[in-house]
Nanobody, 121 residues
Framework: QVQLVESGGGLVQAGGSLRLSCAAS????????MGWYRQAPGKQRELVAR???????NYADSVKGRFTISRDNAKNTVYLQMNSLKPEDTAVHYC???????????????WGQGTQVTVSS
């Protein structure tokens, strides 16, 4: 079982910053890819940023240059530093963790419960 704890969401004004954190807890697994997705009202869920275990990253075009994803493998934690926030960034943000079970034969795609990011104009 993998449990995710998200933090850092909230309400900010345009131009402000937030840092999201997501920690995976439990035992018997190794975390591989981690990332953040978001879903705005009336929109499909979309990738915001993703990072592999080795540190390779990819970002949605809309956040490139403003957001930075990072991770701490020792803590099984992924971060999303969000700068220069815009109203269009308003969405529920979901942490994603790819967990490989200890036997190496199963992979779990684990999602956080979602944390609201609201950017006012």
């Amino acid at each position: 079982q993998v449990q995710l704890v998200e933090s850092g969401g909230g309400l900010v004004q345009a131009g402000g910053s937030l840092r999201l954190s997501c920690a995976a807890s439990g035992s018997g697994f190794t975390v591989y890819d981690m990332g953040w997705y978001r879903q705005a009202p009336g929109k499909q869920r979309e990738l915001v940023a993703r990072i592999t275990r080795s540190g390779s990253t990819n970002y949605a075009d809309s956040v490139k240059g403003r957001f930075t994803i990072s991770r701490d493998n020792a803590k099984n934690t992924v971060y999303l530093q969000m700068n220069s926030l815009k109203p269009e960034d308003t969405a529920v943000h979901y942490c994603y963790v790819q967990a490989v079970l200890a036997n190496g034969m199963r992979t779990l795609d684990t999602w956080g419960q979602g944390t609201q990011v609201t950017v006012s104009s």
